[in-house]
DNA sequence: CTCAAATGAGACAATTATGTATCATGACTG
DNA sequence: CAGTCATGATACATAATTGTCTCATTTGAG
């Protein structure tokens, strides 16, 4: 049961963190649904805790985009699946965006790999012509990711479903990029 | 002195809760450059402080924006000016979402205010036309604080000019929220 | 069923953050 | 210049969080 009860430690702790990023362990472990002194079993303490949550949501984030772009038919394409199914894991991003990862090696490590990824794959929807010419990559780079945020931020006000919340994500972002108003 | 002392006080919090959530009063005081036993002259608390941060937070907004946006000439224009004003004060709109301060009656109810204002004035850019039909108010308003939240980040990071920020970001929205790719 | 592993609850210690009080110092005011 | 006021520094008290340990109970595998 350790790796089940791990995995049910950490998605309730970026849900946690999510809301409210100066949430205690006790907070985490309730909402778990476990005691604190498991909590303790699982994760050395809060830095250890910290450390698996940055390394697991890069990696859910990845295997995501993975997962959803197999079978794109351009990197355009690829970014519109990626959004949507980035939608269900930005408590993953937003984990990431808060809490100061720079001094864990790996975690610094990973994050500029994964950030270099997703900067090189908008280069190539530029090269698409998805984008217009005044706008730097870091601009489209940041909007997907706020559009991520605010497709995921609709849906937890019950202001729209994941689906509708991910296409007006890209319909925002698509025409936003390209342009022309 | 003590109203230069508070404002830098504040100034400071909003700088440093915007870069670390968790960050403490020893941290807020040692970035406003005065003492911890200062900081508790000056605020009782860290209740206290929360509640001020918020409650200045909602009024360098609102004073902002009516600022911006005093000789506009659409509601649509005003946006447009508004937002390049609040490129400045996302701090300030990045505290207001990361703390929880529904406790607070006074903090709720404002923040409530001008939440229903910006819907409003929203409401009002789509009676200009300025919005496809297809898209709900409420992704409006979200992308446009998202969108000023994109701006003021670009600039932390240096890869942009505040002028440069906002336009993009006025580009991106215009072109979004209009809906034809 | 039986046993080993995992858990929850609680007690406890250690650390960290917060809040309060005091005092000497420097700045500003009248 | 004298006096007041805010301040920094420091010490100290309290509270909150974190980390460790034990033990009775539960769970799950064999």
Redesign the interface.
Known sequence: MTDKTEAAILNAAFATYA????ATLAEVATAAGIGRATLHRHFKGREDLMTALALKAIKDIDTAFEEATRDAESYTDAMRLGLDAMTALADRQTFLE?E?LDHVPEVAREYDRQRKELTDAMEEVRKEGSI?A???T??AV??YE??I??AW??VK?G??TPKQ?SA?AW???????????
């Not at 809301?19 to 100066?22: A, D, G, L």
């Not at 319909?171 to 108003?181: F, I, M, R, V, Y």
């Open positions: 809301e409210k990023p100066t808060t100061p217009a005044n706008i730097p870091a601009w940041k909007t706020a559009m945020y605010t931020s609709m006000d202001e729209a919340a007006l319909q925002t972002l698509e025409s936003g990029l390209a342009g022309d108003a």
